[in-house]
């Protein structure tokens, strides 16, 4: 496992991974082909803690708390922002003016109550950090000051137990402090697995994903935590909210749909039972190559349609196709596998790659397993090694002055084309005037009946000083369009703090009314995640995102 290996304070994971300057360099050299520069970037040192702008704190614990509070200088920069571009960026520079005065690590739910009567008291902002893995500003609690005495991180693993199994019914109570690997490692004895991988499974938390509304591992069928969350507990401020264990109910709106996807704002998931799968023994991936992105697009909605259901149905575009080693003569590739506890996926995975090939695709060897994981499928097994790396490589680019990020979105799969044009062409402008140019990219992480959900990168080079407002502009850019043109402002990051302003736009109005009010039951202090999903009960809220250079505009727009 990883006991004893340090967090970066500022970047991605674990300081020990991040490279030193010639393996930055050479990282440089290639972006400089890949992006057309002149020169290839230099590399910067990265910021070290004694040197980064931090104020001291203003809130001191009291002795309620003492036991499970920290104002230690590295807690407080680990656990100041998420690990988006723009955390990355501004803690790369040293910028940690926004940490929050306390972190709070409870052991236990007596602790969780205590932490949560202590912010009262004090009048303390309390943000849940889960995994800290946030790229949407979802964790960061800087902007609550002025309203507040006080930010306090709240960090919820120490509590990573499976409490409980339920066999028979293939499910188990889990506390919402639990990682992935530590999750799957007390699942694995039974047997049993919850097969959730999103991209930040080694450090994000149950707690998290749940309410976040992670997307996970499946391509189909269980997309989201939603589908495997049996029963939810969150202690808030109107007492313990806790639903009941159905299969399945009718009785009214769903308790438990409620908490996912809260975000923090009505109090802190301590627990869930959640449902499990058994660990699969049968497995068969194949991959398809297209010439034209149409066919490919086509094809991935035909299989979608089918009701085979694939576990992963993930199609590539050539670009990131090509910039994951993956193929690298231009093909479009979909990335195709079944996986079961019960039965082979012969016939299924037979008929998707016919389904391909009556698409234009060119199959490559079917390749059938049986017992525990083997080695992937070739091009199956560079596309997972590329996913796992890609944030640790984010933050290399940061110390290079590139701008990479990403952002998805979902939509129709009649509505796809045109948003997909118009999301691109607004990206390649942006990066055209903001940046001299840069490089889109796209795939789909998932897939529905109705629609895709597509997942865009786009990197380009920075000017020193200017890269915040430089990505503020793609980001716009790219916002705008995939809600002008049907796509959802986020399919599985969240809304967290940057994108308020685009999910104000995209709900019902009388739903927010409504928000609103579920928060001022649960949470009547107003100090739960402030600013998140609704406007804070002192005036309107403000979104984290900042405006365009020249504009004068709030950052709503």
């Avoid at 500022?10 to 393996?23: I, K, S």
């Avoid at 808030?236 to 996912?260: D, K, N, Q």
């Avoid at 037979?350 to 695709?361: C, F, K, L, S, V």
């Avoid at 039951?521 to 405006?547: C, E, K």
Wanted: net charge neutral; aromatic share 8%.
């Amino acid at each position: 496992m990883s006991q004893g290996r340090e967090r970066s304070f500022w970047g991605w994971g674990y300081a020990d991974r991040f490279p030193d300057e010639g393996a930055r360099r050479a990282i440089g050299e290639q972006l400089a082909a890949l992006l057309g520069l002149s020169r290839a970037p230099t590399p910067l040192a990265p910021p070290t803690l004694d040197a980064i702008d931090m104020p001291p704190p203003s809130v001191t614990p009291d002795a309620t708390i003492a036991g499970f509070a920290s104002v230690d200088r590295r807690e407080r920069a680990l656990h100041t922002y998420g690990r988006g571009y723009r955390d990355l960026l501004r803690g790369f520079s040293g910028d940690f003016r926004a940490a929050p005065d306390i972190v709070l690590r409870p052991r236990d739910e007596p602790d969780v109550l205590r932490a949560m009567a202590f912010c009262r008291r004090a009048r303390v902002a309390l943000v849940p950090f889960g995994g800290g893995t946030s790229v949407v500003g979802g964790v960061e609690g800087g902007a609550s000051r002025g309203r507040f005495a006080g930010v306090a991180s709240l960090d919820l693993r120490r509590m990573d137990r499976v409490l409980e199994v339920d066999v028979t019914s293939r499910a188990a109570r889990i506390q919402a402090g639990a990682t992935g690997p530590r999750l799957e490692e007390q699942l694995r004895a039974r047997g049993l697995t919850l097969r959730h991988y999103p991209q930040s499974f080694e450090f994000s938390t149950l707690g998290g994903w749940i309410a976040t509304r992670s997307g996970g591992h499946f391509a189909t069928l269980y997309t989201h935590i939603d589908e495997l969350v049996e029963s939810v507990r969150m202690v808030t401020g109107s007492g313990v909210y806790e639903t009941r264990r159905f299969p399945g109910s009718g009785a009214g709106p769903a308790p438990e749909r409620l908490v996912i996807g809260s975000e923090g704002i009505f109090g802190v998931i301590t627990e869930a039972w959640m449902r499990l799968h058994a660990r699969p023994r049968f497995r068969s991936r194949a991959s398809a190559s297209f010439t034209r992105w149409e066919d490919a697009v086509e094809a991935t909605r035909a299989i979608a349609q089918s009701g085979l259901y694939p576990t992963n149905c993930r199609l590539l575009d050539a670009s990131e196709a090509a910039l994951n080693f993956v193929a690298d003569d231009g093909s479009h590739v979909l990335l195709l596998a079944f996986e079961s506890a019960d039965h082979d996926g012969v016939a299924a995975i037979t008929r998707g790659a016919a389904i391909a090939e009556e698409h234009g695709g060119r199959v490559s060897k079917i390749v059938h397993r049986q017992g525990e994981e083997q080695a992937d499928e070739a091009a199956s097994a560079a596309w997972r090694a590329a996913f796992l790396e890609a944030p640790y490589l984010q933050s290399t680019l940061v110390s290079l002055g590139v701008i990479a990020d990403t952002f998805e979105t979902a939509c129709t799969w009649a509505a796809f084309p045109a948003m997909h044009r118009a999301i691109v062409d607004a990206v390649e402008r942006a990066m055209r005037e903001s940046c001299g140019g840069g490089r889109v990219q796209c795939r789909f992480t998932h897939v529905y009946p109705d629609g895709p959900a597509a997942y865009y990168t786009f990197v380009t080079q920075g000017r020193p000083g200017d890269e915040l407002a430089q990505w503020a502009t793609i980001k716009r850019a790219a916002s705008d369009a995939l809600s002008l043109h049907g796509g959802t402002t986020t399919h599985h990051h969240a809304v967290g703090r940057l994108h308020r302003t685009w999910y104000d736009r995209e709900r019902p109005v009388p739903f927010g009314d409504a928000l609103r009010a579920v928060k001022a039951t649960l949470d009547p202090a107003g100090i739960m995640n402030p600013g998140v999903l609704v406007d804070p009960p002192s005036g309107p809220g403000r979104s984290s995102f900042p405006p365009p250079p020249g504009d004068g505009r709030s950052p709503l727009g």
